[in-house]
């Protein structure tokens, strides 16, 4: 089982579903734990498309955010979503679950992330997150 999906996407908000939806059908018909692993890697592919969209890019749809997800042949499924924005310092972002964070409408999406998979790294300045699910 070996599976590789790679697409550049304007930064437009509606573009997120379609590449979520292509990339969980390629890992229903490729992954054998599919199920098991669906809700993490859906979550965690939509908020850091999200973020690359929403902060790296300012909804700028002239820019675009690349993304790439494979899955090997021991199943661990690897996501790597990168933008041209101006990067942030992961370690700078406030905890969603502090007292004062708890009914804010927004900064959950690193947190889900890292929550959801296995090994979460940033590079580039925080322009490009690598994900791991197993």
Not at 59 to 83: L, M
Not at 98 to 123: C, K, P, T, W
């Amino acid at each position: 089982m070996s599976m590789r999906y790679e697409v550049s996407i304007p930064a437009n908000v509606a573009a997120i579903s379609p590449v979520v939806d292509a990339v969980m059908a390629r890992i229903h018909k490729e992954h054998a734990r599919a199920e098991e692993i669906e809700f993490a890697i859906e979550t965690a592919l939509r908020e850091a498309l999200a973020n690359a969209i929403l902060h790296g890019c300012k909804q700028n749809s002239a820019k675009q955010v690349y993304c790439q997800v494979s899955c090997n042949a021991i199943g661990e499924v690897q996501i790597t979503v990168r933008d041209p924005g101006e990067g942030f310092d992961p370690t700078s972002i406030s905890d969603p679950l502090s007292e004062g964070n708890l009914l804010a409408d927004h900064g959950r999406g690193v947190y889900l992330i890292r929550h959801l998979m296995d090994e979460v790294q940033f590079a580039d300045g925080g322009r490009e997150v690598r994900m791991r699910k197993s």
